[in-house]
C-alpha cells in the first residue's frame, strides 16, 4: 500500500513502476512525421536535379505572409501570438498518462483516508507540473465543501479546454488560408505571364511564381498547419480526461468517500486497457 511521499521520488515510486509525474515530454511521433514528411519532399526535390527551382520569394511572400495576415482577420492578434507558441506543445508537453493520474489520485485519497485531508499539504510541493492538480488538492486542503470544490474545478477544466480548441482552431484556419493563397497566388502568376507574352524571358518567373504558390500552399496546409492542430486536439482531449479525473478525486476526498468507491469510479470513464487496480 503507497504512503505519503516525501518528494517528488518518494511519489514517482509509490505511483508504481510505469507511472509518470507531469513531466515535459517529446512527442517523437510529431518530429518524426514533420521531419520524415519534409526530408521525402527534399530528397525528391534533390533526386530532380534542381532543388533551387523550388525556392521562389515572391511565391513565399504570397503564400507565408498572405495565410498568416488573413488568419489574423478571423482572430485577434494575441490569439494569433498564442497559438504560434500552442504549437510547441505538439513537440514539447507536459503529459501525464489517465492511468498515471488515477494512481496518483489514489495514493493522495488513500493518504487523506489514513492521515486525514491536512496531510495533503505535504504533497504540494511535488506537484511542479501539475497546476491543475495542485489547484485540486489546495481547495481540499482549504476545507471547501465538496460541492464547490467541483463546481470550480469543473469550471477551471472546462475554460482551459476551450482555451486549447481555440488555438487549435487558429491552426485549423490557417490551413484552409494556406491552399486558398496558394489559388491566388497561382492566379497572380497566370496574369502576369499572359500579360507578358511578348516578353519570353517573363514566362518563367511567372509561371514559377504560378506553380510553386500551389506548391507551397498545399505543404503548409497538408504537413503542417492541419496534423498540428490535429495532435493539439489530442493532446487536449488528454489533459481534459486527467483533469477530469483530478476533479473526481478531488470532490471524492472532499467528501470523505472510501478510496475503493473513488477507484471503481475512476476505472469506470477509463478504457478497459487504462483501468487500474490499485487496492487489489
Same mark, same amino acid.
Given at each position: 500500500?503507497?504512503?505519503?511521499? &516525501?518528494?517528488?521520488?518518494?511519489?514517482?515510486?509509490?505511483?508504481?513502476?510505469?507511472?509518470?509525474?507531469?513531466?515535459p515530454t517529446i512527442d517523437?511521433?510529431?518530429?518524426?512525421?514533420?521531419?520524415?514528411?519534409?526530408?521525402?519532399?527534399?530528397?525528391?526535390?534533390?533526386?530532380?536535379?534542381?532543388?533551387?527551382?523550388?525556392?521562389? +520569394?515572391?511565391?513565399?511572400?504570397?503564400?507565408?505572409?498572405?495565410?498568416?495576415?488573413?488568419?489574423?482577420?478571423?482572430?485577434?492578434?494575441?490569439?494569433?501570438?498564442?497559438?504560434?507558441?500552442?504549437?510547441?506543445?505538439?513537440?514539447? =508537453?507536459?503529459?501525464? !498518462?489517465?492511468?498515471? #493520474?488515477?494512481?496518483?489520485?489514489?495514493?493522495?485519497?488513500?493518504?487523506?483516508?489514513?492521515?486525514?485531508?491536512?496531510?495533503?499539504?505535504?504533497?504540494?510541493?511535488?506537484?511542479?507540473?501539475?497546476?491543475?492538480? #495542485?489547484? $485540486?488538492?489546495?481547495? +481540499?486542503?482549504?476545507?471547501?465543501?465538496?460541492? &464547490?470544490?467541483?463546481?470550480?474545478?469543473?469550471?477551471?477544466?472546462?475554460?482551459?479546454h476551450e482555451r486549447h480548441?481555440?488555438?487549435?482552431?487558429?491552426?485549423?484556419?490557417?490551413?484552409?488560408? $494556406?491552399?486558398?493563397?496558394?489559388?491566388?497566388?497561382?492566379?497572380?502568376?497566370?496574369?502576369?505571364?499572359?500579360?507578358?507574352?511578348?516578353?519570353?524571358?517573363?514566362?518563367?518567373? #511567372?509561371?514559377?511564381?504560378?506553380?510553386?504558390?500551389t506548391f507551397y500552399g498545399?505543404?503548409?496546409?497538408?504537413?503542417?498547419?492541419? !496534423?498540428?492542430?490535429?495532435?493539439?486536439?489530442?493532446?487536449?482531449?488528454? &489533459?481534459?480526461?486527467?483533469?477530469?479525473? =483530478?476533479?473526481?478525486? $478531488?470532490?471524492?476526498?472532499?467528501?470523505?468517500?472510501?478510496?475503493?468507491?473513488?477507484?471503481?469510479?475512476?476505472?469506470?470513464?477509463?478504457?478497459?486497457?487504462?483501468?487500474?487496480?490499485?487496492?487489489?
Amino acid at each position: 500500500m503507497a504512503t505519503i511521499s &516525501e518528494s517528488a521520488k518518494d511519489l514517482q515510486r509509490a505511483l508504481g513502476p510505469g507511472s509518470v509525474v507531469a513531466v515535459p515530454t517529446i512527442d517523437f511521433a510529431t518530429l518524426f512525421g514533420v521531419i520524415g514528411a519534409f526530408l521525402v519532399i527534399g530528397l525528391a526535390m534533390v533526386l530532380g536535379g534542381s532543388p533551387g527551382s523550388f525556392v521562389d +520569394v515572391p511565391a513565399i511572400l504570397i503564400v507565408v505572409g498572405g495565410t498568416f495576415l488573413v488568419t489574423t482577420i478571423s482572430f485577434t492578434l494575441g490569439e494569433v501570438a498564442h497559438a504560434q507558441k500552442v504549437m510547441l506543445r505538439a513537440v514539447l =508537453y507536459h503529459a501525464e !498518462p489517465p492511468e498515471a #493520474a488515477a494512481r496518483h489520485v489514489l495514493q493522495l485519497a488513500d493518504v487523506a483516508r489514513q492521515k486525514g485531508p491536512f496531510a495533503l499539504e505535504a504533497e504540494l510541493g511535488s506537484m511542479h507540473h501539475g497546476r491543475f492538480l #495542485a489547484q $485540486a488538492v489546495s481547495l +481540499v486542503v482549504d476545507g471547501l465543501p465538496a460541492e &464547490e470544490v467541483e463546481n470550480i474545478l469543473g469550471r477551471e477544466r472546462h475554460a482551459t479546454h476551450e482555451r486549447h480548441i481555440r488555438s487549435a482552431g487558429v491552426l485549423r484556419r490557417a490551413g484552409e488560408v $494556406a491552399p486558398a493563397m496558394g489559388l491566388i497566388g497561382t492566379l497572380v502568376g497566370l496574369v502576369q505571364m499572359l500579360g507578358n507574352l511578348e516578353d519570353p524571358s517573363s514566362i518563367g518567373p #511567372a509561371m514559377a511564381v504560378a506553380l510553386l504558390t500551389t506548391f507551397y500552399g498545399a505543404v503548409l496546409a497538408n504537413m503542417v498547419f492541419h !496534423p498540428l492542430a490535429t495532435k493539439l486536439e489530442r493532446n487536449s482531449d488528454v &489533459e481534459l480526461m486527467v483533469n477530469q479525473i =483530478y476533479s473526481i478525486g $478531488a470532490t471524492s476526498i472532499s467528501r470523505q468517500e472510501n478510496p475503493r468507491r473513488l477507484e471503481m469510479t475512476i476505472n469506470a470513464i477509463l478504457s478497459p486497457t487504462q483501468r487500474v487496480n490499485y487496492f487489489d
